[in-house]
């Protein structure tokens, strides 16, 4: 795990959370910032960056006040739409997948949508952090089983790959390495690169280099 | 509007026989009738459209939504005739239930043709044709017969001259054999007769307008059972929202209460055991644990909290011990009876007792929070006529008001209240006096199980 101090602006309503939160991130060196709604998060986002002040990740909660519904879904929205580069990790104890969708609407670079249950690993869950502010895509793996479960209903192609091609599909979107899903799957590397070139094949995708827009053509695909 | 045979009030109650002929009510309903005369041939086609229709189309099913939608055109009839009769009969009658469309193609194909109030208003629509050229005949004939018959001695002398069979001749009409209408006595007596008959047809006007009056009424007018069913609709609707909206709290709760705290624990206790397993600072461990710990417990209470708004435990033990509980919990002192008749009664009727259990729950947080009370009393019992009743009188400032969600204010607790009341047929009453004391009373009315 690489050690990287961070610049956070955290959006969360329950201060319980909220103060845990910041407690966790301080004691790993990192600069937090936290406020209470998603107005205040966008403009304590806005303020620093035109103070010239750094913000590498935005971390929020989706339901908070004023009306308790996706406040801190919208509040990304608006940041990624004024600075598309900004990362944001959404951070919920609820999935819902049209949430999903909107976000990975555009693009899918610097975004992470994980259940707050997650933070009880604290390593995985800086690890994910650290992954969103570098720019990749971080998503849980229960957001990636529900578009899965969405959209495979839809898509008849995605009925034609394997269990073991569906697994590593989901481990891919989860923005894995080709070595990580090896190591979680307990095949060999050359194994998932057959198999990711298999559901490439049956998807009708170009193979690419990249793992990240290897992530990024698969949710394209999935509808997200 | 008022009658216009009843001002001035004086007169025409002494003397209605002589002023109904110049009454307005006589000659509005009289006009009436000429109306409908005209207005009842094109219903009566228009009844003949749907059967037409309908006899044309029922081969084809699903052109049978053409005759339907025609069918349920009746109640914009229906709309019409009430205004008219508002107009012109004084007669006030209520639209039938709206009709409400229900889900599915042929589902609301079904209950096109089952609308009873559509049927109803073509029914009227029918009955009238005869009805109408009924009483545009008679009352016409007769007033037209009674102006003849009173200016007769003036236009008989219009007449030509007829000789009659004993070879005299005469200026008039001839009723039977030689009896000649043209002695003055003669035409006196049919003048009186036509006097008779004038006084007499404003009645008849009127008994055909109260004929059409009865007709709309019945037929124009909502329906027992539909006014039951309107009303069922309505407080099902509001039950579910309740539901709804009692769901929804359920839910806000365990997603601020418990569900974040065990967040905040799972976070705390997995960063305990980073701490732990790298052995370096034990003192914050062991101060992470202990917080978690904490959280755990409030975790715990709140749990406790909200299973007891889902289903109060201490209903199981009856509703005297479960008022009893809710009693001891408020701020303010609170007296419970119980009769207890209807504690066994009510252990049959799980959900009127759940009602009264909230209902009671909700009116002492209400005394609590703005009564300013010193103390109050709770009585569950049975009604003169035997309605379940329930009482909570508080001796706070009073002023209490049912306010709907919308008219915003003070205690708009007891709108929704009123509502979950109002789902099982129950009643809820508010006698609140400036500077109280405040009695609210929910009656369910016996032999409603919810």
């Known amino acids: 795990m690489t050690k990287v101090e961070l610049s956070v602006v955290v959006g969360e309503d329950l201060a319980l959370l909220r103060d845990g939160l910041v407690a966790l991130l301080t004691r790993r060196g990192h600069e937090v910032v936290a406020v209470g709604d998603g107005q205040a998060l966008v403009d304590e986002v806005r303020a620093r960056l035109a103070k010239g002040l750094a913000v590498d990740v935005v971390v929020t909660d989706i339901r908070m006040p004023p009306s308790f519904t996706d406040e801190g879904l919208r509040a990304a929205l608006e940041l990624r739409a004024s600075h598309p580069e900004l990362p944001v990790l959404l951070f919920s104890q609820y999935i819902e997948t049209r949430y999903a969708s909107q976000l990975l609407a555009g693009d899918a670079r610097g975004i992470g949508y994980l259940l707050k249950d997650r933070v009880a690993d604290v390593d995985e869950f800086m690890d994910a952090l650290a992954r969103v502010a570098r720019g990749h895509t971080v998503l849980d793996p229960e957001v990636v089983a529900q578009l899965m479960g969405v959209t495979s209903g839809r898509h008849a192609t995605l009925a034609r790959l394997s269990d073991r091609e569906r697994e590593v599909l989901e481990l891919m979107a989860e923005g894995r390495s080709n070595k990580a899903i090896s190591e979680l799957l307990f095949i060999s590397t050359g194994t998932v690169e057959k198999n990711i070139a298999s559901i490439f094949a049956k998807l009708g995708l170009e193979v690419d280099d990249s793992d990240h827009r290897r992530v990024l053509a698969v949710l394209r695909y999935l509808g997200a | ?272 055991k980073a701490q732990l397993a790298a052995g370096t600072d034990l003192d914050h461990a062991a101060a992470l644990v202990d917080s978690a710990h904490a959280s755990t417990k409030e975790t715990l209470i709140e749990l406790r909290e909200i299973v007891r708004g889902i289903h109060p435990p201490a209903l199981d033990a009856g509703l005297a011990v479960a008022l009893e509980t809710l009693a001891a919990r408020s701020s303010v002192p609170v007296r419970v009876t119980v009769a207890p008749a209807i504690e066994t009664e009510l252990g049959a009727e799980p959900q009127i007792q759940s009602l009264v259990y909230y209902s009671v729950a909700e009116l002492l947080t209400n005394v609590a929070k703005h009564a300013h009370a010193a103390s109050a009393t709770v009585a569950v019992d049975r009604s003169a006529s035997g309605d379940l009743r329930v009482r909570v009188t508080d001796d706070g400032k009073g002023g209490a008001l049912v306010v709907t969600p919308d008219g915003g204010g003070l205690r708009t607790g007891l709108a929704g209240l009123g509502r979950r009341v109002a789902a099982v047929d129950g009643e809820l009453t508010v006698d609140s006096p400036a500077g109280g004391p405040t009695v609210v009373t929910v009656t369910v009315p016996k032999g409603k199980p919810a």
């Open chain 2, 1 to 272: 509007m008022t009658h216009a045979a009843d001002s001035p009030p004086s007169r025409s109650a002494r003397l209605p026989f002589l002023t109904a002929l110049v009454s307005p009510r006589t000659w509005k309903e009289f006009g009436y009738q000429w109306l409908m005369l005209p207005l009842s041939v094109a219903a009566l086609a228009y009844v003949l459209l749907v059967f037409n229709l309908a006899a044309v189309l029922v081969w084809t099913v699903v052109g049978l939504f053409i005759p339907g939608i025609v069918l349920l055109g009746a109640r914009g009839w229906g709309v019409m005739y009430r205004g008219l009769a508002a107009q012109f009969l004084d007669s006030r009658i209520e639209a039938p239930a709206r009709y409400v469309r229900p889900k599915g193609f042929w589902r609301t194909l079904g209950a096109l043709f089952v609308d009873g109030d559509a049927w109803r208003a073509l029914l009227f629509m029918f009955l009238t044709y005869p009805l109408a050229l009924a009483a545009t005949i008679i009352n016409t004939t007769v007033f037209v017969s009674a102006l003849g018959a009173i200016t007769y001695p003036v236009w008989r002398n219009f007449l030509p001259a007829q000789e009659s069979a004993d070879g005299t001749w005469h200026k008039g009409s001839q009723w039977g054999d030689n009896y000649w209408l043209d002695t003055p006595g003669r035409m006196a007596l049919q003048a009186l007769i036509g006097v008779a008959l004038l006084l007499l047809w404003p009645w008849l006007v009127r008994g055909f307008g109260q004929l059409f009056r009865l007709l709309s009424t019945a037929l124009l007018g909502p329906t027992r059972s539909g006014e039951r069913v309107a009303a069922l609709r309505a407080t099902r609707a509001a039950a579910v929202r309740d539901a709804d909206a009692r769901l929804r709290g359920i839910e806000r709760d365990l997603h601020d209460g418990p569900q974040a705290r065990l967040v905040a624990v799972a976070m705390q206790l997995g960063e305990a």
